[in-house]
């Protein structure tokens, strides 16, 4: 079946635009996982969606940042006024959300903030 | 911070030699996972071990898992150029600040095997 997908693939910007990263979940998944991967580090949790709970926002780096995810399925993270310190490859993984938690990974959008 | 560490950070192998990478966590946890990421891109789910499980198979896999050193190390049998990639380990437990359905990733080993 089909994996998780995430748009674009590519994307550059100027410092201050503000930015949208597409994700679409693997149907039937509940759980839905930002992350962020700078440049040979390792994976810093941005934010997660279970259901219909309230997400946890904890890793969200700035009020700059923000997601929503709509009817439980698609995701949208957005970053308003990008900052060079932006420039990361934005992933997304879904999951069943149940113990124990494999995530399934989309490609993720490499964000280049200029 | 961190949860899981993984070292050597990076690793350099001859082809058809085994590849050895550690993996050290904090806290309490569940399961352990081991992932794997091809050119910094979408990660890969290898493997999953149980907190009451010390050792699992899965064809050139090998993951053992020591939860009174609170430690994990994946081996890679007869190593081929295919298996070129960064590695990270996972865990999931309650850290911290995040909640008990969360993975925490360690920085990843980065791994060359040399044809």
């Known amino acids: 079946g089909a994996g998780v997908s995430q748009s674009p693939s590519n994307k550059v910007t100027e410092k201050g635009k503000d930015v949208e990263l597409r994700c679409d979940p693997i149907?039937?998944?509940?759980?839905l996982y930002w992350y962020r991967q700078s440049l040979g580090q390792g994976l810093e949790f941005l934010i997660y969606?279970?259901?219909?709970?309230?997400?946890?926002k904890s890793g969200l780096p700035s009020d700059r940042f923000s997601a929503e995810r709509t009817g439980g399925s698609v995701s949208t993270l957005t970053i308003q006024r990008t900052q060079q310190e932006d420039s990361a490859v934005y992933l997304c993984?879904?999951?069943?959300?149940?113990?124990?938690?494999?995530?399934?990974f989309g490609p993720g959008t490499r964000l280049t903030v200029l | 911070s961190q949860q899981g560490e993984e070292d050597p950070q990076a690793l350099s192998i001859q082809e058809g030699e085994n590849a050895t990478m550690n993996c050290s966590y904090k806290?309490?946890?569940?399961?352990l996972q081991w992932y794997r990421q091809n050119s910094g891109r979408g990660l890969v789910h290898l493997i999953l071990?149980?907190?009451?499980?010390r050792e699992k198979h899965s064809g050139r896999l090998r993951v053992t898992l020591d939860t009174s050193k609170k430690s994990s190390s994946l081996l890679i049998t007869a190593s081929r150029a295919a298996d070129t990639a960064s590695y990270f380990c996972?865990?999931?437990?309650?850290?911290?600040?995040?909640?008990?359905?969360?993975?925490?990733f360690g920085k990843g080993t980065k791994l060359s095997v040399i044809p």
């Open positions: 993984a879904s999951s069943f959300g149940t113990l124990p938690d494999t995530q399934y």
């Open positions: 149907s039937g998944h509940t759980a």
């Open positions: 969606f279970q259901g219909n709970s309230a997400p946890d």
């Open positions: 806290t309490s946890i569940n399961n």
């Open positions: 071990i149980r907190s009451n499980e």
């Open positions: 996972a865990t999931d437990g309650i850290p911290s600040g995040a909640g008990s359905y969360q993975l925490t």
